[in-house]
């Protein structure tokens, strides 16, 4: 065996060492020979090298040669404090840090001159507010995670936990979902639910398809038609229910699921309520009519969802019909068509003749397929609303869409702020059934309340589970309503709030931010060149995004699509939207801007964008003050710390405040930055002092004032970009 080496590499110091250790420890750890043989040939044998036993005076003229060796003893019978003096502190199980972690602590006595001024991380400051943040929680987060992600300390996690009746020993034992929502409602933040599918069943799923298009270009006709088509349907006479979605059985054994309800605000609706149920956007547009305004829309929607599109070139039936005139027209709007060597599939159909239904699925079955579409079918359901209705005799009943899980009869659910226990699930042919699997629509029964169309629908293992839930998000959606409402009031227009919303989130993330717009014109051209003219405003702060551009006026589908996107609505020489569209807008914090000067409507929009802007801190002296004399405060007792010295100073120019940071700055040269613990005028703590006034003030951490030396303190100033226009009409955003 060869020899393990026990020491590091060293010079004759520790070979000395070595030899005291060897007349007092055996050395050897040979199997492969014989130690006392070794021994008897070599008088003071101490090692091995390169196979040959050597005493030490062999030992050290090796050594000599080659200067540094690897001392290759290991005791065996070592004592603790044997090996604690070879530095094998691990041996002894002992915790020792390691060389070189360390530095040697030395005085600092030069001042940090040359190090470059770092700003003091800013507090968030108190009204961007918690209810803004959204967390991500999951099954089995300590509170030690979840108080980090909430930004909140652990003892206020841990008087929640007990006010809600959880009993938790430890910060590091884990907590179920609903007991982390309901601690984050209690904080006030959004909570996005992570759905873990460790360990589950994961099969292929039907795609659940949304269709989508212009108005009379026979969206709702297509849908009857392929309800028509699907084989349950056919075999049970007819689907005999209305769910708000149906699913189309195909011959081969495979099925799509369609939501529907056609047209733009449904789809918006869910989506803004954060139910991504649409996998494929079906896209109609007749083809004796063409694309028009709402197929426009259709696509933006589809596209800021982030969907794929299939579309179905509608009543080519008719002898007007011209579908290659559609495929250019949707080429020439930037929508990538397969035979123009894209990836969006085109098929032509006619819901009245029924002919190319079989292809649309084909198609629809082709996308699904790419998408490699899959959820996890065991274990709790995770699914949305898609549709409520109060019945009369059944109360409440929502048409849900399960996403993942089994939904289960007999369950206790929370649907949006609502809950109750699924007393019934029907399915689309109004038979009953214990149970729904992914990619369903079911009707289930026995909700307390009537929930919202994108509300989700979570399973929970008691019903005062499902109590507590659900009274916590109504506490919470109404807490999130007054605020809504309060700082509309205090802006005095209640769409102001969503700039508001994201000044919050800024200090944190100083990055780009987007601004989205929706442009909407008397023609095409008018809309093209505001498009552009906005786009010149793109800055490096702030992103100009233009998620939807249409001819006609401001319809309530853009309302809802500047909800869900977040954007303002910018009109050019249109008509002022009806007051019913206003009033949406209003309710929804949309901002609608109309103008007919563009230049008008740059500034406008510049402005924004510069409210908007995260800005960059920068810091500046806000005063400087001069230090007259110095006292010194003694016998403070041990526990409030060392002795405190004061600097008596006058203010020479601007004025000190007490929350700033201070600069100490002598013969010129920077000696110290620190936060100040103290200013007082005539003996009386205060919060700033003015030009030409004495005070008194302590820096933390800082002792070694000279009288002479100045104190300046240092403000924070948030610089935001300016909108900048020349006189020949240019305009851009100065950061
Ligand atoms: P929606 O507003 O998009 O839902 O359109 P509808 O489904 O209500 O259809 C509008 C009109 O177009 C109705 O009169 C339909 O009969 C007609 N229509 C729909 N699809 C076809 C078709 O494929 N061929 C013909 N000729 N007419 C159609």
Not at 407 to 422: D, M, N, P, R
Request: include cysteine; charged fraction near 25%.
């Amino acid at each position: 065996m060869a020899w393990r080496a026990a020491g590091k590499k060293g010079t004759f110091p520790s070979l000395t060492k070595a030899l005291s250790v060897r007349s007092r420890y055996t050395a050897a750890a040979a199997t492969k020979f014989d130690l006392e043989e070794a021994q008897r040939t070599t008088p003071v044998f101490v090692g091995q090298v390169q196979g040959c036993f050597m005493n030490a005076a062999q030992w050290k003229s090796n050594c000599t040669n080659q200067l540094t060796y690897r001392f290759p003893i290991r005791s065996f019978h070592a004592s603790p404090e044997m090996l604690a003096w070879k530095k094998e502190p691990e041996a002894l199980g002992l915790k020792i840090q390691k060389k070189g972690k360390f530095k040697k602590r030395t005085k600092d006595s030069s001042p940090p001159v040359e190090a470059p001024y770092v700003p003091p991380k800013l507090k968030r400051a108190a009204s961007s507010s918690l209810s803004d943040r959204t967390v991500e929680i999951f099954d089995g987060m300590t509170t030690v995670e979840l108080a980090k992600r909430c930004g909140v300390p652990i003892s206020v996690l841990q008087d929640i936990l007990i006010n809600v009746g959880e009993k938790v020993d430890s910060e590091y034992d884990p907590l179920s979902i609903d007991i982390s929502e309901l601690i984050a409602m209690e904080i006030g933040v959004n909570v996005r639910r992570l759905h873990s599918n460790e360990g589950a069943e994961v099969l292929p799923r039907p795609p659940v398809v949304t269709v989508m298009g212009h108005v009379d270009h026979g969206k709702t006709s297509l849908l009857d038609a392929l309800r028509l088509t699907s084989v349950a349907a056919k075999e049970a006479g007819g689907i005999t229910q209305h769910l708000g979605a149906f699913v189309v059985g195909m011959p081969s054994g495979a099925s799509i699921t369609f939501l529907d309800t056609p047209g733009h605000a449904a789809f918006s609706a869910m989506r803004q309520r954060g139910a991504a149920v649409t996998d494929i956007v079906v896209l109609v547009v007749a083809a004796d009519d063409g694309v028009m305004p709402q197929t426009l829309e259709a696509m933006s929607h589809a596209k800021a969802a982030d969907v794929p599109i299939v579309v179905a070139v509608n009543k080519c039936d008719k002898s007007a019909a011209n579908p290659e005139r559609v495929k250019v027209q949707l080429a020439t709007e930037g929508l990538p068509l397969e035979e123009m060597g894209g990836d969006v599939q085109v098929v032509e159909v006619s819901a009245v003749t029924k002919t190319g239904l079989d292809k649309l699925e084909e198609a629809l079955l082709l996308q699904a397929e790419m998408m490699d579409l899959k959820s996890r079918v065991d274990g709790p359901a995770q699914a949305y609303v898609v549709e409520a209705r109060v019945d009369r005799g059944r109360g409440p009943l929502a048409t849900a869409i399960v996403k993942a899980g089994t939904l289960v009869c007999g369950q206790h659910v929370v649907v949006g702020a609502e809950w109750g226990k699924i007393r019934a699930i029907r399915d689309m042919l109004g038979k009953s059934t214990d149970r729904a699997r992914p990619a369903t629509p079911v009707e289930i029964e026995g909700l307390k309340g009537l929930p919202m169309a994108g509300d989700d629908i979570i399973v929970v293992h008691s019903e005062e589970r499902a109590r507590m839930l659900s009274d916590g998000r109504k506490k919470k959606l109404e807490k999130d309503r007054l605020r809504r409402k309060m700082e509309a009031e205090k802006l005095g227009l209640a769409s102001e709030s969503n700039l508001e919303d994201e000044e919050g989130e800024v200090e944190e993330k100083p990055k780009r931010v987007e601004m989205a717009i929706i442009v909407k014109g008397d023609v095409q051209g008018t809309v093209q060149a505001v498009t552009d003219a906005l786009k010149s405003l793109d800055s490096t702060q702030v992103f100009v995004n233009i998620v939807h551009g249409g001819v006609g006026p401001i319809s309530e589908s853009d309302v809802d699509l500047a909800r869900a996107c977040g954007a303002v609505i910018v009109g050019f020489n249109i008509r002022t939207p009806p007051s019913s569209i206003n009033q949406a807008a209003n309710k929804a914090g949309i901002k609608i801007k109309i103008h007919r000067v563009i230049y008008h409507l740059l500034e406008d929009i510049g402005n924004s964008i510069v409210e908007k802007a995260p800005g960059t801190f920068e810091t500046q002296v806000a005063g400087e003050a001069q230090i007259l004399s110095i006292f010194e405060l003694k016998g403070r007792s041990k526990a409030r710390g060392e002795d405190v010295k004061i600097a008596g100073c006058r203010v020479i120019d601007g004025r000190l405040i007490r929350s700033s940071t201070m600069r100490i700055v002598r013969s010129g040269e920077v000696v110290f930055e620190g936060s100040c613990t103290s200013l007082k005028r005539e003996k009386k703590d205060v919060e700033a002092v003015g030009k030409g006034n004495e005070c008194g003030l302590v820096i933390e951490n800082w002792v070694d004032f000279e009288v002479g030396d100045v104190i300046q303190c240092l403000e924070q100033v948030n610089r935001k970009p300016k909108f900048i226009s020349s006189q020949s009409g240019a305009v851009k955003i100065e950061c």
